[in-house]
């Protein structure tokens, strides 16, 4: 048994508003051009070759508040949330339970859709991404999702990297090229948001909360060893801040923060790259997923370069176990798999 828990989809009723109401000539060429993305029935029918196979289903990007203000993006949540738990409905073998959507330029409706979304609907989670049109997602107005989310439903949150082509690369350009800002900035992107997440306190006050990190930790992982050396000296560096009380006020050191996080399996089959992450999370907080359609096969080059990764390192079935489903099931507090 297999769960992919972090997937994407694009209904065709938000495709159709997309196109409608986006700026990004970009996404909407990129969206449009998946099949797999928005043609589930295609998706279905590629499904069947991995018979053991489920997918959690989460919306793609561009969330709801990157396509339209907050008196619109109420609007595309529902119509997201509504068509993903149709396609669960109809075709429950293979989509298991879906991730809602929130419109998080409108706070007060991004909590009403999230309880709608859980209450009604039956998703089991949440989908945010890493800034909200370029603000941190440690500002206090966010905190509200982060905590609603946690203490009032115990489901975890997916957290996906958002950073767009006109976030130049250097100060003396106006665009990103060569698609750097996503290949590379997208991991950036996740690490930012992890650290502003740890260093502002919130998961001091929120212990218990869960989030699954994209592309298996994005740089953290890798960067381990930098980043618990120079943040166990923070401050050291700056003239402008002061971060003196910082340290002083975490019950930890700052790296067993980010090993609060989960981490999944898209990192493009890479074996070692996993390697890395399983080596920082543990196999205990490590989901498998797969980010179709979004390969050059347009849909099932990811699945089965996915597998491949897990299955290239040898762990014990324990491990496989957990990582396949276990895992993602004791998120989502869904029944065990015989």
Request: charged fraction near 25%; proline fraction near 7%.
């Given at each position: 048994?297999?769960?992919?828990?972090?997937?994407?989809?694009?209904?065709?009723?938000?495709?159709?508003?997309?196109?409608?109401?986006?700026?990004?000539?970009?996404?909407?060429?990129?969206?449009?051009?998946?099949?797999?993305?928005?043609?589930?029935?295609?998706?279905?029918?590629?499904?069947?070759?991995?018979?053991?196979?489920?997918?959690?289903?989460?919306?793609?990007?561009?969330?709801?508040?990157?396509?339209?203000?907050?008196?619109?993006?109420?609007?595309?949540?529902?119509?997201?949330n509504d068509d993903m738990a149709a396609m669960v409905a109809k075709w429950p073998r293979k989509f298991p339970a879906f991730v809602a959507s929130l419109p998080m330029n409108n706070i007060p409706a991004a909590l009403e859709e999230m309880d709608?979304?859980?209450?009604?609907?039956?998703?089991?989670?949440?989908?945010?991404?890493?800034?909200?049109?370029?603000?941190?997602?440690?500002?206090?107005?966010?905190?509200?999702?982060?905590?609603?989310?946690?203490?009032?439903?115990?489901?975890?949150?997916?957290?996906?990297?958002?950073?767009?082509?006109?976030?130049?690369?250097?100060?003396?350009e106006e665009t990103s090229k060569y698609e750097i800002w996503q290949v590379l900035g997208w991991p950036y992107e996740t690490s930012v948001a992890m650290a502003r997440m740890v260093f502002s306190g919130l998961l001091e006050k929120l212990p218990?909360?869960?989030?699954?990190?994209?592309?298996?930790?994005?740089?953290?992982?890798?960067?381990?060893?930098?980043?618990?050396?120079?943040?166990?000296?923070?401050?050291?560096?700056?003239?402008?801040?002061?971060?003196?009380?910082?340290?002083?006020?975490?019950?930890?050191?700052?790296?067993?923060?980010?090993?609060?996080?989960?981490?999944?399996?898209?990192?493009?089959?890479?074996?070692?790259?996993?390697?890395?992450?399983?080596?920082?999370?543990?196999?205990?907080?490590?989901?498998?997923?797969?980010?179709?359609?979004?390969?050059?096969?347009?849909?099932?080059?990811?699945?089965?370069?996915?597998?491949?990764?897990?299955?290239?390192?040898?762990?014990?079935?324990?491990?496989?176990?957990?990582?396949?489903?276990?895992?993602?099931?004791?998120?989502?507090?869904?029944?065990?798999?015989?």
């Amino acid at each position: 048994m297999k769960i992919d828990i972090f997937n994407h989809v694009m209904p065709v009723r938000y495709l159709e508003m997309m196109k409608l109401h986006s700026k990004d000539q970009g996404i909407i060429k990129r969206m449009t051009s998946l099949r797999m993305l928005w043609d589930i029935e295609a998706r279905v029918k590629m499904l069947e070759q991995w018979p053991d196979l489920q997918q959690v289903l989460t919306l793609s990007v561009p969330p709801p508040e990157l396509v339209g203000g907050p008196d619109l993006s109420p609007e595309l949540a529902r119509i997201a949330n509504d068509d993903m738990a149709a396609m669960v409905a109809k075709w429950p073998r293979k989509f298991p339970a879906f991730v809602a959507s929130l419109p998080m330029n409108n706070i007060p409706a991004a909590l009403e859709e999230m309880d709608r979304a859980i209450e009604k609907l039956g998703a089991r989670g949440v989908q945010i991404c890493t800034n909200v049109n370029g603000r941190p997602l440690d500002e206090p107005e966010f905190y509200p999702v982060f905590e609603r989310i946690t203490r009032k439903h115990d489901l975890p949150i997916w957290m996906h990297p958002v950073r767009p082509a006109t976030r130049a690369d250097y100060v003396t350009e106006e665009t990103s090229k060569y698609e750097i800002w996503q290949v590379l900035g997208w991991p950036y992107e996740t690490s930012v948001a992890m650290a502003r997440m740890v260093f502002s306190g919130l998961l001091e006050k929120l212990p218990d909360l869960r989030l699954i990190t994209h592309h298996g930790g994005a740089m953290i992982p890798f960067l381990a060893g930098r980043c618990e050396t120079l943040w166990a000296q923070l401050g050291s560096r700056s003239a402008g801040e002061n971060y003196d009380d910082v340290l002083k006020r975490m019950s930890k050191k700052p790296i067993e923060y980010f090993k609060m996080f989960y981490g999944d399996t898209v990192l493009g089959g890479s074996a070692s790259a996993l390697q890395c992450s399983l080596d920082f999370f543990s196999a205990d907080r490590v989901v498998f997923a797969s980010d179709c359609p979004f390969d050059p096969e347009g849909g099932p080059m990811f699945i089965r370069e996915g597998i491949r990764s897990v299955e290239d390192l040898n762990l014990s079935e324990g491990d496989k176990r957990k990582i396949y489903f276990g895992n993602a099931l004791r998120l989502m507090r869904l029944p065990a798999v015989n």
